[in-house]
């Protein structure tokens, strides 16, 4: 049987794309292979600079490239709004939504909103920013929203009783983990809430696997000496021995956004042993994320905290 790629991504021209932190790692894999169909893609970025090198740098693979930059903060809930109202400021219909962005192995961090750094800028981001943008996709026909977990959901505790890690002793590894594991118990509830409303948007989830990127180290948020040149030293040698490249790893968000045939609820990883790496398939989520009581949960406790409300069962909002 043959392996899906990114030759396998239908035509999409005539179709908008976003995609959260595209201007690196899997996000800029993301945005190249979605421009390479012809979508018109939106690069989400918080930094102008770095937007614009990799708006060239995809110009430069993909001459007929459509793009667009979105400013936009994830860890700062004004920010995600503005981005939001721009977004549909400019567009009417927005067919493909991949929630990448994402950060790691940060110490005790908060965001302007008082959210820990990773739960926050992972998650609640894209919570609220997912929710502000609905108008759009649940009215786009044949409309997904991807969102890009990871193999470390399996090790994570939601912990919603200190969810921005107040009162429990902080892990770096522990609070990724949670956050990855909060991306994919929302994007499972997500769908099982549009199914309720009889929305034509489908959500589904992703993970790359172990990908080369960026992401792994400390660049720009804050040094401990030390301790961070030998955690970055270890990622890069991790990321030459054992990793896939960022394109083999942005392969099952390309899958989920595109192919044929998903269903509301699938996730999409590697089809190599323990999903490290290779090619796409569906991959079963773990028990924790699966279970419907901690997503209820979870979801309102998200609104409480970013105030944006959607599909709540509790209204019609």
């Not at 908060?110 to 750094?117: P, R, S």
Request: net charge positive.
């Amino acid at each position: 049987m043959a392996h899906w790629t990114e030759k396998d991504i239908p035509d999409l021209t005539g179709k908008v794309a976003l995609v959260t932190g595209a201007n690196s790692g899997l996000g800029y894999a993301t945005a190249t292979g979605l421009a390479a169909r012809g979508a018109l893609v939106i690069l989400g970025c918080r930094d102008a600079g770095k937007a614009k090198a990799a708006m060239a740098a995809i110009g430069a693979v993909v001459p007929s490239a459509k793009l667009e930059f979105l400013p936009g903060d994830l860890s700062d809930q004004t920010s995600v709004r503005k981005a939001a109202e721009m977004l549909k400021s400019r567009h009417s219909r927005l067919d493909i939504q991949v929630n990448n962005a994402g950060i790691m192995t940060l110490p005790y961090t908060k965001t302007k909103d008082g959210f820990e750094m990773l739960i926050g800028t992972n998650y609640l981001g894209h919570f609220a920013l997912t929710g502000q943008l609905l108008e759009l996709t649940q009215n786009t026909p044949g409309a997904r929203i991807v969102t890009v977990t990871s193999l470390s959901e399996r090790v994570g505790k939601l912990g919603l009783d200190d969810l921005n890690w107040e009162r429990t002793r902080y892990s770096k590894r522990a609070a990724y983990a949670r956050s990855k594991l909060a991306n994919l118990v929302f994007a499972l509830e997500l769908d099982r809430r549009l199914r309720k409303a009889g929305a034509q948007a489908i959500s589904v989830a992703a993970h790359p696997g172990y990908a080369a990127t960026n992401i792994v180290y400390g660049g720009g948020q804050g040094g401990e000496g030390l301790r961070r040149s030998v955690w970055n030293l270890m990622a890069r040698m991790g990321n030459a021995m054992l990793a896939q490249p960022a394109e083999r790893g942005a392969l099952p968000s390309l899958h989920a956004a595109t192919a044929p045939g998903l269903r509301g609820g699938d996730y999409i990883g590697p089809d190599g042993f323990i999903e490290f790496s290779g090619y796409p398939k569906r991959v079963k989520p773990s028990r924790q994320a699966q279970d419907p009581q901690l997503a209820r949960d979870l979801w309102s406790l998200s609104e409480q905290l970013t105030g944006v409300r959607f599909l709540s069962t509790d209204s019609h909002g």
